[in-house]
């Protein structure tokens, strides 16, 4: 669910300097703006960073909601829009010809700042191709690097702008998004939050609720 009074920025941007490693050319995110502190739950499981764990790579679990808990907010940033329509070199964010831009276009692309401690973001660089999953985890904050963009679609599934690009690149397969959910089916405290493909990982659908 997106929340209300967002300020939708106009962005032109490629896909080179964003850490992929591929030789994609992309360009430097526009300035980025922060919006609303929220918890990012389904179903009243929150993506939360275990024990206040402020350093690199720690990783983003499952908690509930409720109990103004501390490491269950996240602070919005606001990085641009997707960029898919009538549009040629400047597509953005995702990769050129995986048909992804053009499926979201007009969707807010969002960084999530940690709330307690906005150096640290939740970061995509634990994705694995070979085994088609990673690990949801923070890094410092980038605000122009795709490891860090996360696009909210229609339906609020969250989508990894970096592993996705990372999948095309590899498997040449348009159309085919990751998706940020379970293993296994464990949303219980304490449960590890992946990114990955349908056929890997249990999509959610994530609505941003005000803290609770």
Known sequence: ???????????????????TGTGIAIAT?????????????WNHHCQNLWNNNRSFA???????????????????????????????????????GSGLNTRY????????????????????????VASDSGQLQIQRCNSASSRQWFVQSSLNYLIPVFATNLRFIDTGVPNNPLFVGNHGGNVSDGAQIYMGSAATIGQLQWFFQAPT
């Open 58 to 96: 720690a990783p983003v679990k499952f908690y509930h909601a409720g109990g103004n808990n501390l490491e269950n907010k996240w602070q919005l940033v606001e990085i641009g829009t997707v960029n898919g329509e009538n549009c040629t070199s400047n597509c953005w964010p995702f990769a050129p």
């Open 29 to 41: 995110a526009p300035e980025a703006s922060a919006q609303q502190v929220v918890n990012i739950c």
């Open 1 to 19: 669910m997106r929340l209300p009074g967002k300020r939708l920025l106009a962005v032109v941007i490629l896909l080179a300097g964003t850490g």
């Open 105 to 128: 276009n007009n969707n807010i692309v969002w960084q999530f700042q940690y709330y307690n401690d906005p150096r640290w973001c939740q970061d995509q660089s634990n994705y694995s």
